[in-house]
């Protein structure tokens, strides 16, 4: 059964930072393509950065510069360094993954991904 586990969210000031982190189960991520998307109330799932088998990286524009996503196969853990918030990346923040195998590409849409984790709040106010 896959599983994945998102942990390190919270509340932070202007200015600062999180690392999340998802933890998976049942699956070796080396293979997956994975993804962090984030859901703000009354707003639609948007992608956040992906990141395919290759570990070539997608990011958002509103991201760029400010978010870094990256994976410990070891681990089996992805990882989203989020540095510089603001009040506009509050939102829940959830990892996906998707079976990619060695196919170059990287999804960047949420429904192309297959699993999803339960999603950690993100909290930006003064």
């Known amino acids: 059964q896959v599983q994945l586990v998102e942990s390190g969210g919270g509340s932070v000031q202007p200015g600062g930072s999180l690392r999340l982190s998802c933890s998976a189960s049942?699956?070796?991520?080396?293979?997956?393509?994975i993804g962090w998307f984030r859901q703000a109330p009354g707003k639609e799932r948007e992608t956040v950065s992906c990141?395919?088998?290759?570990?070539?990286?997608y990011y958002a524009d509103s991201v760029t510069g400010r978010f870094t996503i990256s994976r410990d196969n070891a681990k089996n853990t992805v990882y989203l360094q989020m540095n510089r918030l603001n009040p506009e990346h509050t939102a829940v923040y959830y990892c996906a993954a998707v079976l990619v195998f060695l196919k170059h590409g990287i999804p960047s849409a949420p429904d192309e991904y297959d699993y999803w984790g339960q999603g950690t709040q993100v909290t930006v106010s003064s």
């Open positions: 990141m395919n088998s290759h570990d070539n990286t």
């Open positions: 049942g699956v070796t991520l080396q293979f997956y393509a």
